[in-house]
């Protein structure tokens, strides 16, 4: 098993995407990126700039002869978007390497309104349905039923969780759980899985309180220890 994480905040972006190859697959998961665009009335850095189109050149090559494409939720540093700003990536530079893959898409039961408008734009502008993959698996593919994106009892709704399994060796791809809900981390444990690509808590943000990042760091020593390698961005970085 092979596997280059594309676009995270470390690498100058906003996203947490990454693909999977194994002996008969190649996976792409959340296939987006995004700066933060006119974020407190800022434009982003020029270096910015240029990450987000390096990462958006990335994910076009990772998507050529991609066997599989995987989306853990919808929101726009995720997926391809049809009204991507410039910073963003737009439908438009990937729809003709979408046709062949398949999608393993999270559901659009438990999440926002404008969660589930992006989904319904993807899926007609890809002129496909997108189906819903949690809780399923194929081969060495599985995926969580729906776990928080971030908390338990917060407003962000859901996201889906994948697993990659060969030879042995377990990848999870465990994005915007952001170590603020057990539930997650339950799962992700479960697993049993040698590398966890995961989202850390979002500690930029004010409304975090100090007792909320502390229980984020016990859930995140908790899953480190239980897994040979941990590789916390997005959020976090």
Known sequence: ????????????????????????????????????????????????????????????????????????????????????????LSVERVIKLCIRPRFWAKGTKDISYNQTRRAKALANSLGRILPVAEGTSDGTLTFSPPVPHGERWGCGGSVMMSRVEEDGEVFVHASDIQMLNDTAIRQILAWQPNIVLASGPPIYLPSLTSEEQEDALRRTLRLAKGVDTLILDHHLM
Not at 38 to 67: M, Y
């Open 1 to 88: 098993m092979q596997i280059e994480i594309l676009g995270t905040e470390s690498l100058g972006v906003r996203g947490l995407c990454c693909v999977v190859r194994t002996k008969d697959r190649k996976v792409v998961i959340d296939p987006g990126v995004a700066l933060g665009f006119r974020r407190h009335s800022l434009l982003p850095h020029p270096v910015q700039v240029a990450a987000s189109e390096r990462t958006r050149r990335l994910i076009e090559r990772a998507l050529e002869g991609a066997t599989d494409i995987v989306i853990s939720h919808y929101h726009g540093d995720h997926i391809p978007l049809v009204d991507a700003n410039p910073y963003q």
